[in-house]
C-alpha cells in the first residue's frame, strides 16, 4: 500500500485526453475577452467570469501599472505585518461604502475569504446553515470550523426552516451563494431573512457572482431585492469577476471585521494581495459605480442568449442571471 496508490488508480482525465474531450487546462494565448486564442485557433468563450469585460480596459491596465510604479510588485508579507498597503485600506473602505456596511476586510482569494471568515465565526458548540448547492469555498470553511455543518434542499425554504427549528437553541450562521453558480438561480434572500430573524440566526451571503451584475447599482442581491444590506449581517465578494483582479472582500459590522483581522487564519498566515491587483479592484469599483450602461449591456446580452438557447432547444434550467 502506498499513499499515491489513488494517484496511480485515477485514470479517467487521461481516457478523456486520449479520446480528445477533455476540456480543462486549456492554455490562452491572448488577454481575456469574449474572444481568444487557444493553439492558433479562434475560440469563443462561453465561461469566464469577466461579466463587465474590465479585464481588458485601459483604465484598468494603467491602474495597476501605475500601483506597480509606486509599490512594487509585491507585499512580501502578511497583513498582520508588512503587507498592509495604504492602498488595500482604500479599497476596503471604498466597498464598504458602496455596498453599505460598517467595515471591509480585504483578503488574498475569495477563497480565502470565505475560509477564515466562515472558520474564524464558528466554533464547537454552533451550527452553520447551508444550502446543499453552496460554492466549495463555503464548504471548505465550515470543514475548518469546529461548527456543525448542517445543509438543507437548494432553495428549499421550507426545509431551511425545518433545520432551524431543530436548532432553534444554538448559535446559528447561515452562509447561502447570492447567485449559485452552477445553476444560476438566486438565493431566496427575502425568506432567508424573514425565517433568520424569526429564529435568531445571522445570516451570510456569498455575492461573488452578483457583485456588479445584480442590483441597480450592481450591489448585488440584497439591492436585487430591495433589502437593506444591514439586514445582511455578512456580504462576501470576490475579486475576479467583475471587479477584474483576484482576492476577495468581507463586509460587515466594525466589530466583526475587527474580529476577523484578528482570527481568520488564511488571511493571518499568508502573503497580502499584490498591489497591482488592489489596484484594479479599486479602478473596477470606480468603474461599476459610474457606468451603469456596462450592466444594462450585459442583461440585454444575456436575455438574448437565454432567449437563443431555449429558441435551439436547449434546457437552461433555472438561470436568472449571467
Not at 144 to 169: G, P, Q, W
Not at 261 to 284: C, E, G, N, W
Request: glycine letters at 6%; hydrophobic letters at 40%.
Amino acid at each position: 500500500m502506498d499513499i499515491f496508490d489513488k494517484c496511480n488508480k485515477f485514470t479517467q482525465a487521461r481516457e478523456a485526453i486520449r479520446a480528445g474531450y477533455y476540456p480543462y487546462f486549456k492554455p490562452i494565448q491572448t488577454a481575456q475577452a469574449p474572444e481568444v486564442r487557444i493553439n492558433g485557433e479562434r475560440k469563443i468563450v462561453c465561461c469566464s467570469n469577466n461579466y463587465l469585460g474590465l479585464t481588458v480596459d485601459p483604465r484598468v491596465k494603467r491602474a495597476c501599472i501605475d500601483a506597480i510604479r509606486k509599490y512594487g510588485t509585491s507585499c512580501t508579507g502578511s497583513r498582520f505585518l508588512s503587507g498592509s498597503l495604504e492602498l488595500h485600506e482604500r479599497v476596503e473602505q471604498k466597498f464598504a461604502k458602496f455596498i453599505g456596511k460598517e467595515s471591509a476586510i480585504l483578503f488574498t482569494t475569495g477563497h480565502h475569504s470565505n475560509l477564515g471568515t466562515i472558520s474564524a465565526l464558528t466554533t464547537k458548540g454552533e451550527v452553520i446553515i447551508t444550502d446543499k448547492l453552496d460554492h466549495a469555498s463555503i464548504i471548505d470553511g465550515c470543514r475548518l470550523s469546529y461548527a456543525e455543518m448542517v445543509r438543507f434542499k437548494h432553495n428549499d425554504m421550507n426545509d431551511l426552516e425545518r433545520v432551524l427549528i431543530r436548532y432553534k437553541d444554538v448559535n446559528k450562521l447561515i452562509v447561502v451563494d447570492g447567485v449559485f453558480s452552477m445553476e444560476g438561480d438566486i438565493i431566496n434572500l427575502p425568506e432567508v431573512i424573514r425565517l433568520a430573524k424569526k429564529y435568531n440566526a445571522r445570516v451570510m451571503v456569498d455575492d461573488a457572482h452578483s457583485l456588479g451584475v445584480l442590483g441597480k447599482n450592481g450591489k448585488g442581491t440584497a439591492e436585487h431585492f430591495g433589502i437593506d444590506p444591514n439586514d445582511v449581517d455578512i456580504i462576501m465578494v470576490t475579486a475576479s469577476k467583475s471587479l477584474a483582479s483576484i482576492g476577495g472582500l468581507i463586509a460587515a459590522d466594525e466589530k466583526v471585521i475587527h474580529y476577523i483581522k484578528h482570527f481568520a487564519r488564511s488571511m493571518i498566515y499568508t502573503a497580502s494581495l499584490p498591489p497591482a491587483q488592489v489596484a484594479a479592484i479599486d479602478m473596477s469599483l470606480n468603474i461599476i459605480i459610474s457606468e451603469p450602461e456596462r450592466r444594462e449591456r450585459l442583461w440585454r446580452n444575456v436575455k438574448k442568449m437565454a432567449d437563443g438557447f431555449r429558441a435551439l432547444g436547449y434546457n437552461i434550467r433555472n438561470s436568472q442571471s449571467a
